[in-house]
C-alpha cells in the first residue's frame, strides 16, 4: 500500500516561498513509469495540476505557475518537494501530493494515490 504524506507551513506571509514536502512509504519515487505530482485546490474552486517528477526525475510543470514553480526530489529520503515562490493570498488552498501513470491530474480518478492534503493560508 503505498501512502504519501504532505508536510510543510501552515500558514505563509506574502511575497515568501513556500515549500513542501511529499513522503512517500510503500513504494519508491523512482519506479517505472510514475508521475509523483502537485495539485491543489483553492476555496470554491476545481483542482487544480501544478506540476510533476517523473520517476526519471524529469519535471512537468503548468505553464501558468512555471515562472514560480519548482519541483525536486530526495531518492534516499523518498520524498519530494514543491516550491512555490513570490506566494499571494490566491495561493491560498489545500495543497495534495499525487502518485498516477498520467503527468496532468486534476481529479481523483487521474491518480491511483492521494495524500491527505495539507491547507495553506498565505496572509500578513
Known amino acids: 500500500q503505498v501512502q504519501l504524506q504532505e508536510s510543510g507551513p501552515g500558514l505563509v506571509k506574502p511575497s515568501q516561498t513556500l515549500s513542501l514536502n511529499c513522503t512517500v512509504s510503500g513504494g519508491s519515487i523512482t519506479t517505472k513509469y510514475y508521475y509523483w505530482g502537485w495539485i491543489r485546490q483553492p476555496p470554491g474552486k476545481d483542482m487544480e495540476w501544478m506540476g510533476a517528477?517523473?520517476?526519471?526525475?524529469?519535471?512537468y510543470y503548468n505553464p501558468s505557475l512555471k515562472s514560480r514553480t519548482s519541483i525536486s526530489r530526495d531518492i534516499f529520503k523518498n520524498q519530494f518537494t514543491l516550491t512555490l515562490s513570490s506566494v499571494t493570498p490566491e495561493d491560498t488552498a489545500v495543497y495534495y501530493c499525487a502518485r498516477s501513470l498520467k503527468v496532468v491530474v486534476t481529479t481523483r480518478g487521474s491518480s491511483d494515490y492521494w495524500g491527505q492534503g495539507t491547507q495553506v493560508t498565505v496572509s500578513s
Open positions: 517528477i517523473a520517476y526519471s526525475g524529469n519535471t
